[in-house]
C-alpha cells in the first residue's frame, strides 16, 4: 500500500515550462506522480512532442500526460499556426454525427502518436447565453439533444484512436455571463433543465474522465462545482452513475484561487469527489506541487480527507493509466478530414466573391485565456491561394474610416470579426463600414449572434481555426 505522500502525489497533475521536462518532473515521475499538464509553451513540434512524452513515459508508464486540444480555437498541438481542425460550434453547425467522430478520431491519432494519454476535451457545454465570453465556439450549440449527441460522437471518436476523453465543464458552463479564468460566475439556471444532457450521453457512451468547473449552481450547493461535494459526488457519482477519473479544472483559475485559495481549494476538491488536481498553468514549479501534497497529507491526518477517499482517487488515476496502455494501435492519421468539415462549416448568404486584391479589415480583441494567442484571420489563407492581399488590423477604436475606404476604392472590402456581438466598438466600425460599402462583405470567425442590417454579403466560418480561415479563403475566391 502506498504511503499517504504517494497517494496524494498521485492526484497531483502539476505543468512545468519548456520544451523538455525539468529534473523535479522526472523525479517525482518515478516517485509516482499522477500526471503532468502540457501546455502550447511545451510544445515546438511533434518530434520534439514525441520525444518529450516518451521520456516521461520512459520514468513510469503510468504517468497520466494531458493537454487541452479542443480543436478550433483552443489548440496546443498547434498554437503556432492554428489548429488543423475546426472546433466544436463549427462541428455542430454541420450536425454530421459520423463527420465529427471522424474529425475526433483523427485528433487522437495527432494525439496518441504525440504520446498524449488524456485530452481535456471535449467541451459539452450548452452555450445557452450568447455573451458568455468563454465557451462560444467551444461549444457544439446552444440545444442540449444536439450538444449531447455531438459529444457522444466526439467522446467515441477520441477514444477509438485510444486515447481519454475528458467533457467539461461539468456540470455546465454554457449558460454563465463570466470567465471562470477571471471571477467566479453564478450559474441561475438548473443543470436539470438541460445542461446536464451532454453529461448524461458521454457517460453513457464510456468517457474516461469529466472535468469540473470552477461555477457556483445556487440550485444545488452554495460553493464552487469543483468544491461541492453536491455536484462531484451526489450528481456526477450517484445521479449520472459515473464511475472514471473526476479532473478538476485548473485550481490557479481566479474562481478558486481568488476564493477559497489554491491550497485549500486543492483539499476541498479531492474531498469533494475530484480526483485528479490540475495544477501548473500559471505557477510551475517543484514548490506548488510540494505545497500541495503536504496540504493533503496534512487533510488526512486532520481528518478532513479521509484516508480511503485519497486512495479511491489515486485509484482511479491508475485505472485510467492502465486502460491507456491496453489500448491498441492508433488509427492511420488523418489530417485532411479537418479542412472537410472546416468547408461543410462555412454559411453563405449574398454574394461574396472578391477580386484578386483585396482589402481585408480584421479586427482584433483580446483573446480568452483558455484560447490563448494563436494565428487566425483571413489575410494569410488569402494570400497563399494567389490573393493580392492588403491586410490592415485594428484592435480598437479609433479607427480611421476615411483611411480604409480610400485603401478599399475600386477592390473588394472585408471585414473579418471575431464574437460582433461581445464588443460594441467592432458593431459601430462595421456600421459605419457598411453605410459607405453596401458590398463590403462581413465573415465573422466566431459566434455568429450578430449580424448588421445592412450586411448583405455576410460569411460566417463557426471558428477561427487555420482550417477555417482556409474554407473561408476559398469560397471567396470561388475556388
Not at 488536481?277 to 478532513?304: F, N, P, S, T, W
Request: aromatic share 2%; with cysteine; glycine share 12%.
Amino acid at each position: 500500500m502506498d504511503s499517504i505522500q504517494g497517494l496524494a502525489d498521485r492526484c497531483l497533475m502539476p505543468g512545468f515550462t519548456g520544451t523538455e521536462a525539468p529534473d523535479w518532473v522526472f523525479r517525482r515521475t518515478a516517485g509516482g506522480l499522477g500526471g503532468v499538464c502540457l501546455y502550447a509553451r511545451n510544445v515546438e513540434t511533434p518530434e520534439q512532442l514525441a520525444a518529450l512524452t516518451a521520456a516521461l513515459h520512459a520514468e513510469r508508464p503510468g504517468l497520466l500526460i494531458a493537454i487541452d486540444e479542443e480543436g478550433g480555437d483552443v489548440t496546443r498541438l498547434e498554437a503556432r499556426t492554428g489548429s488543423s481542425y475546426p472546433g466544436n460550434l463549427a462541428l455542430g453547425a454541420v450536425d454530421d454525427i459520423g463527420l465529427t467522430r471522424s474529425v475526433a478520431r483523427a485528433m487522437g491519432a495527432d494525439l496518441a502518436a504525440a504520446g498524449i494519454d488524456l485530452d481535456l476535451a471535449p467541451v459539452a457545454d450548452v452555450n445557452s447565453n450568447p455573451i458568455n465570453p468563454v465557451i462560444g465556439v467551444r461549444a457544439f450549440g446552444a440545444q442540449p439533444a444536439s450538444v449531447a449527441r455531438q459529444t457522444e460522437a466526439w467522446v467515441a471518436g477520441l477514444q477509438e484512436a485510444g486515447v481519454a476523453a475528458c467533457v467539461k465543464h461539468f456540470p455546465g458552463h454554457g449558460a454563465t455571463s463570466l470567465d471562470s479564468h477571471l471571477d467566479l460566475p453564478v450559474v441561475d439556471e438548473d443543470p436539470h433543465a438541460g445542461a446536464l444532457e451532454p453529461f448524461r450521453a458521454a457517460i453513457a457512451g464510456g468517457v474516461r474522465a469529466v472535468m469540473s468547473a470552477h461555477i457556483v449552481v445556487p440550485s444545488i450547493d452554495d460553493v464552487p462545482a469543483t468544491i461541492s461535494a453536491k455536484i462531484m459526488t451526489g450528481v456526477l457519482r450517484g445521479e449520472l452513475g459515473f464511475g472514471g477519473l473526476a479532473v478538476s479544472d485548473g485550481l490557479e483559475m481566479r474562481a478558486i484561487a481568488g476564493g477559497v485559495g489554491i491550497v485549500e481549494g486543492a483539499v476541498r476538491a479531492l474531498a469533494a469527489g475530484c480526483d485528479l488536481l490540475c495544477i501548473g498553468g500559471g505557477l510551475a514549479g517543484e514548490d506548488i506541487a510540494d505545497e500541495l501534497r503536504a496540504a493533503i497529507v496534512a487533510a488526512v491526518k486532520a481528518g478532513r480527507v479521509s484516508e480511503a477517499r485519497l486512495a479511491e482517487a489515486a485509484a482511479r488515476v491508475d485505472q485510467l493509466a492502465a486502460w491507456r496502455r491496453e489500448q491498441s494501435a492508433a488509427p492511420a492519421r488523418n489530417p485532411g478530414i479537418g479542412l472537410t468539415a472546416a468547408r461543410r462549416a462555412v454559411q453563405v448568404d449574398g454574394s461574396v466573391r472578391i477580386d484578386g486584391s483585396p482589402v481585408v479589415v480584421q479586427l482584433i480583441s483580446t483573446p480568452s485565456q483558455a484560447a490563448g494567442v494563436v494565428p487566425w484571420g483571413l489575410a494569410d489563407p488569402l494570400t497563399r491561394l494567389g490573393a493580392r492581399v492588403t491586410a490592415l488590423e485594428l484592435d480598437g477604436p479609433p479607427a480611421n474610416l476615411e483611411g480604409i475606404l480610400a485603401d478599399a476604392a475600386a477592390r473588394s472590402l472585408v471585414l473579418v470579426v471575431k464574437n460582433l456581438h461581445r464588443h460594441q466598438w467592432m458593431v459601430g466600425l462595421a456600421d459605419a463600414v457598411l453605410a459607405q460599402r453596401p458590398d463590403a462583405i462581413l465573415v465573422e470567425m466566431g459566434l455568429p449572434a450578430c449580424r448588421p442590417a445592412a450586411a448583405a454579403a455576410y460569411l460566417a466560418t463557426h471558428g477561427a481555426s487555420r482550417v477555417c480561415g482556409i474554407a473561408a479563403a476559398e469560397v471567396l475566391l470561388g475556388r
